[in-house]
């Protein structure tokens, strides 16, 4: 079983930075398929980022250039830098896990088994 905890979310203004951390537990984040997916009111939860154990990654459209996702194995943790934030940035923030790659493709939500309780991000103008 696979335990993740969010944390680092917060309420900033347009063009500053924040870096969400999510802590495992159960499993070695090195060896799990691992991402970021935010939801907003009455929309679909969508993919954000993603890391591979291979560290390999992918980004969404929307915030490539602007956001590194990272694994730090000795924390044991994945994080996301997010920079020049934006108020359509404005979510809750999950963190996701699989211990092996999915058929569907990473960004898709619906591909991870373990999640987090979010953590919220609110950006103002």
């Known amino acids: 079983q696979v335990q993740l905890v969010e944390s680092g979310g917060d309420s900033v203004q347009a063009g500053g930075a924040l870096r969400l951390s999510c802590a495992a537990s159960?499993?070695?984040?090195?060896?799990?398929?691992m991402g970021w997916f935010r939801q907003a009111p009455g929309k679909e939860r969508e993919g954000v980022a993603t890391?591979?154990?291979?560290?390999?990654?992918s980004y969404a459209d929307s915030v490539k250039g602007r956001f590194t996702i990272s694994k730090d194995n000795a924390k044991n943790t994945m994080y996301l830098q997010m920079n020049s934030l934006k108020p359509e940035d404005t979510a809750m923030y999950y963190c996701?896990?699989?211990?092996?790659?999915?058929?569907?493709?990473?960004?898709?939500?619906?591909?991870?088994?373990?999640w987090g309780q979010g953590t919220q991000v609110t950006v103002s103008s």
């Open positions: 159960g499993n070695s984040v090195s060896r799990l398929y």
């Open positions: 996701a896990a699989n211990l092996f790659p999915s058929l569907r493709r990473v960004l898709d939500a619906r591909g991870y088994g373990y």
């Open positions: 890391v591979d154990s291979d560290g390999s990654t």
